[in-house]
């Protein structure tokens, strides 16, 4: 039973509760205002449809894997953040037996009492509603007993309604049955006056009187006062269906606001309150329905009857609650009992079993911190073991073992030595490859081995020794290295100013030697047009300067030193570059005009300019070739 309620439980606890009440009729009255949230109905194929969350997608626990499954994606139940955080949160707490949580429970278990079918004499309803109010003052409550008495007390108020509409029915029925004898009288009795009359032959011919009809329109059956008690009779029957109808609708509405409750409960694992609700729902509600609405098609309705095996009722809610307590109350003993024999690892499992199903439980409120201490350094102990895996900090991880080993007696180690022993080997093998290749003088094959040896163990000591292999060996090897990491990050200026010991350590690679005549190339391209550039600018002639860089700069719009000396000049040309990107822009946009007069406008602030004098040849072809058309 444990794992499907597991299960079960932490798939309510993650993600909420569904309820589906009964479809309303059109005659239904406006929904009661209450503190109960309710979904509307929907079928199962339209809330997968709309993705819903609950009723038709819920979070799946498989004990086997201690995972949780949810909208595609994989959790680990015991190795989660947030719940490790609340876990130690509590294993820090201290026991909580104070004077008022002592009262608060014993508040709860006279209620229990109270409503205890096995009480002498019978349950007592008025005397445990009372105590709700008193119970709903400690702060560790947070009120549900205040919207458990608020939910009795609508329950009532709708019965009381019931038994209101009862009499008034009664009513009805009476005036029906009036209006019905009053009609079988009228047609029974009245008739035309002269019905039986006989008149006397005194015309020619006749030899015999005629007789009157023995009925006639506007009399008896056919008087419109007959007519009127038919209507009547037949008003106060569809009145009295509809009152019938909007009766059944209350109370159907007033027990799914009720078990709504109940199932928020059971979801925010407040398990005595569940017992209480569902005792207090037997003595309001005593015809013995206590069918959950649930839609049918749900994962949540799946999960009592397949996985449970029960059919989702208030008597389920009641068991699973009381399962519950008794699953955590066990879980907490056991604990208790694996503490005393230090086997830490199975004791901090049961109780972070029994703390996320029953963190409310009076058996995990008032566990000792002695006790839950111990636990607390075996767990931080892990999580530094797991989080020196993840890190790949092998070295830190065996050392953690060995602790762990020595705490805790059940500890299982296969698995961390297993990793630690498989990742170590593979990287001393890329080490002794990498050492097999420097003797062979094999760079290449080397550092990818050294490379490859790093992502498996960033802190394998026995990289010190390649380092001292690689030192001995000269200079050159740490030069092509150099040469490498410079021209990776693209620091051309860098390796130009190292041009001379670079060249010698790179004279054998042809691959190096490309890329090294490439970035001497281009430095010199730039180093010559920055040295013009300041001797006109020396001469004041900064219009030349910049456009004698600004073509440099299209090419090599990354080298530090020439966006340098551009940003020194910018202020000097401001005004010639704006002239001249707005020819540009205007040319661009097919404004001929608008750019022709910027052109001219950047020729006069510099009439040596290259670039402004193509720009007005070229709009002043465009316009003759336009003007030839």
Request: aromatic residues 8%; glycine residues 6%; hydrophobic residues 35%.
């Amino acid at each position: 039973m444990k794992a499907p309620f597991l299960s079960l439980l932490l798939a309510l606890s993650a993600f909420g509760q569904v309820y589906t009440p009964p479809a309303p009729s059109q005659n239904q009255p406006s929904t009661p205002s209450d503190t109960v949230t309710r979904s509307q109905p929907n079928s199962s194929s339209n809330n997968n449809a709309n993705g819903g969350l609950l009723g038709n997608e819920v979070g799946i626990f498989n004990p086997t894997s201690d995972t949780i499954s949810w909208n595609g994606s994989t959790w680990a139940a015991s190795n989660n953040r947030i719940v490790n955080a609340r876990f130690e949160k509590y294993l820090n707490e201290p026991e909580n037996v104070s004077s008022e949580a002592d009262a608060y429970r014993d508040t709860i278990d006279q209620i229990l009492a109270h409503l205890s079918p096995h009480r002498k004499g019978g349950p007592v309803f008025g005397e445990a509603v009372a105590l709700l109010p008193k119970a709903a003052q400690y702060p560790g409550d947070a009120k549900l007993c205040d919207s458990l008495s608020n939910a009795i007390y609508t329950a009532i108020l709708s019965r009381k309604d019931v038994n209101k509409t009862k009499e008034l029915m009664a009513a009805i029925e009476r005036e029906k049955k009036k209006a019905i004898l009053d009609a079988d009288w009228k047609a029974r009795t009245e008739k035309d006056p002269n019905v039986g009359r006989t008149n006397s032959g005194a015309g020619q011919g006749d030899s015999e009187g005629t007789t009157q009809q023995s009925s006639q329109v506007g009399r008896g059956a056919q008087s419109l006062v007959y007519a009127e008690h038919l209507r009547r009779i037949a008003e106060i029957e569809a009145t009295k269906k509809t009152r019938e109808l909007e009766t059944k609708v209350k109370v159907e509405l007033s027990k799914v606001q009720y078990q709504a409750l109940m199932v928020q409960f059971f979801v925010q694992r407040r398990f005595r309150h569940v017992i209480m609700a569902s005792r207090f729902y037997n003595m309001i509600w005593k015809e013995g329905d206590g069918t959950l609405y649930i839609d049918e098609g749900s994962d949540i309705s799946k999960m009592f009857s397949e996985s449970l095996g029960v059919s989702p009722t208030v008597s389920t809610l009641d068991s699973l609650a009381n399962e519950a307590i008794r699953d955590v109350d066990k879980g907490v003993e056991v604990f208790s009992f694996l503490v005393e024999r230090d086997e830490l690892e199975s004791a901090s499992k049961r109780l972070a079993e029994s703390f996320i199903i029953g963190e409310f439980m009076p058996s995990v409120d008032t566990l000792p911190r002695e006790k839950k201490r111990k636990v607390l350094e075996f767990v931080r102990g892990s999580n530094v073991l797991l989080n020196a895996l993840d890190s790949k900090d092998y070295t830190k991880a065996a050392e953690q073992i060995k602790h762990l080993k020595g705490k805790a007696k059940d500890f299982d180690a296969t698995k961390p030595e297993a990793a630690v022993a498989t990742f170590t080997r593979a990287s001393d093998m890329q080490i002794m490859m990498a050492k097999n290749h420097l003797a062979s003088r094999d760079m290449e094959k080397a550092q990818e081995s050294i490379r490859k040896a790093m992502e498996i163990w960033p802190q394998n000591p026995k990289l010190s020794e390649v380092d001292r292999i690689i030192e001995s060996g000269g200079p050159v090897i740490q030069l092509r290295n150099d040469f490498d990491r410079l021209f990776a990050e693209k620091n051309y200026r860098e390796v130009f100013k190292r041009q001379h010991e670079l060249a010698y350590a790179i004279k054998d690679d042809a691959d190096r030697q490309a890329k090294f005549r490439q970035v001497l190339e281009n430095i010199t391209d730039i180093e010559t047009a920055v040295g013009g550039a300041k001797k006109m600018s020396n001469i004041g002639q900064d219009y030349a300067a910049w456009e004698e860089l600004s073509t440099v700069h299209k090419r090599f719009p990354d080298d530090p030193d020439l966006n340098q000396f551009m940003t020194r000049l910018a202020p000097k040309v401001a005004d010639f570059t704006i002239a001249f990107n707005k020819a540009e822009k205007h040319e661009e946009q097919g404004n001929l005009g608008s750019s022709l007069s910027w052109y001219y406008k950047a020729l006069h602030l510099h009439p040596g300019s290259t670039k402004a004098d193509e720009g007005v040849k070229r709009l002043v072809d465009r316009a003759l070739e336009s003007h030839n058309r």
